[in-house]
């Protein structure tokens, strides 16, 4: 059979001490809090006792870090997919709030039209569609066992609205993800669907929430 459950992993805190959103921008990786964030999740996952046979990563140098921990523990070598990393923003590189950010910028004010897309960037449908394609490989990748994806805010809770039926829009200051947090999902039956199965969230848990006041989660717009 395939996959018994997908586990969403979050990337820890980011080393930016320009506090710029960095999105796809290349050279952002881990701090030394991000580094005990991302083995938290990791001994998060070792201590549910469950077997993991695959491990995926978006290609951001943040979330491969952040999979070094998990690859370890189960002794795994991560398989890199374009479908699960940071949907590309137009404020890369910006500074978003406090003096001189992108948002008191009337020049940027264009980009903030329609929230709903969102105008900024890639589409929440794009997202979706691309996070569910990673999400289907992945559980049909193994015969048995457990597949962790490491990933991003963004994708993730897409994924998570989109599976529980939510708008795709939505107010980013809301987002329940985490650095390091892990999001699980499982197949259930599901009469009338053409595949005859669907992928249900089962479980949220912040392993890292101890390191939380520490940390400097700056998200995306």
């Known amino acids: 059979m395939p996959a018994e459950q997908i586990h969403l992993v979050r990337h820890g805190e980011v080393f930016n001490p320009q506090g710029v959103l960095y999105g796809r921008l290349p050279g952002y990786g881990l701090s030394d809090l991000g580094r005990m964030m991302a083995k938290a999740a990791a001994d998060d996952l070792v201590a549910r006792g469950r077997p993991v046979a695959a491990l995926v990563s978006s290609p951001l140098q943040r979330t491969q870090q952040s999979a070094e921990p998990i690859a370890t523990a189960f002794e795994l ?130 392993p890292a929430a101890g390191f939380a006041a520490q940390a400097i989660d700056l998200g995306a717009v």
Not at 108 to 124: D, H, I
Not at 136 to 152: F, K, M, P, Q, R
Not at 164 to 190: F, M, N, Y
Request: hydrophobic share 35%; with cysteine.
């Open 77 to 206: 070598e991560p398989t890199l997919d374009d479908r699960v990393i940071e949907p590309e923003n137009l404020f890369e590189g910006k500074r978003m709030r406090g003096p001189g950010g992108a948002l008191r910028d009337i020049r940027n004010w264009g980009l903030l039209v329609n929230p709903w897309e969102p105008s900024w960037g890639e589409p929440f449908r794009s997202i979706a569609d691309r996070m569910m394609a990673a999400i289907e490989d992945a559980w049909s990748s193994v015969d048995e066992g457990d597949v962790v994806i490491v990933s991003h805010q963004l994708p993730i809770w897409t994924t998570h609205r989109h599976l529980a039926g939510k708008s795709l829009s939505h107010d980013p200051r809301r987002r329940r993800c985490a650095l390091s947090s892990i999001t699980t999902l499982e197949v259930q039956t599901a009469a009338g669907s053409a595949s005859g199965r669907r992928f249900v969230e089962v479980g949220y848990t912040n």
